[in-house]
């Protein structure tokens, strides 16, 4: 079962040079419990179409011209491309039920804080949940994503963690 399908997108930087077409025509699934990975050369559109998807594309100069990316949530398909993503349903859905972990690794996750107080704030802020459960929450999610002993783990700081894991 799909959980998120892009058709056909196309999303484009207008500047003063001219019309940059950084996504032109992609279409992919990401299904239920799979993994899908993007691969290719620097400045193809990989960046872009994961803003796209999180509705992160800076509007202007940059825009979102054609296609759709289906969200499917509790049986229903939401297409995020026709939602507002300032608005409160593309907000609540963003951080809560879809994330991105940038590439920039010194900008992902900040030194000086454990990466379970990072996780922690995330889940607080968009699942309003106290900090017990959200330490739980979090612990679930470093297991979800493989990562081992996620109980100790929690508490270690950012460049504890090997990016081999």
Do not use: W
Request: charged share 25%; aromatic share 6%; with cysteine.
């Amino acid at each position: 079962m799909p959980l998120i399908k892009v058709k056909n997108l196309k999303t484009y930087f207008y500047t003063e040079d001219g019309v940059v077409r950084a996504v032109d025509g992609v279409d992919f699934t990401i299904e239920e419990e799979k993994t899908l990975g993007v691969v290719g050369e620097s400045g193809c559109g990989k960046s872009v179409t994961a803003l796209s998807v999180m509705g992160l594309v800076q509007m202007p100069p940059g825009k979102i011209e054609e296609g759709e990316i289906l969200y499917y949530r509790d049986g229903k398909v939401i297409d995020l491309v026709k939602l507002n993503p300032r608005g409160k349903q593309y907000r609540s859905i963003r951080g809560n039920e879809i994330a991105m972990i940038f590439q920039e690794p010194m900008t992902s996750l900040n030194p000086v804080y454990t990466i379970g107080n990072q996780i922690m704030e995330a889940i607080i802020l968009h699942q309003r949940l106290r900090k017990k459960a959200a330490r739980k929450k979090a612990i679930e999610m470093l297991y979800s994503v493989g990562i081992p002993a996620p109980e100790q783990r929690i508490d270690e700081y950012p460049h504890q963690l090997s990016g081999g894991m």
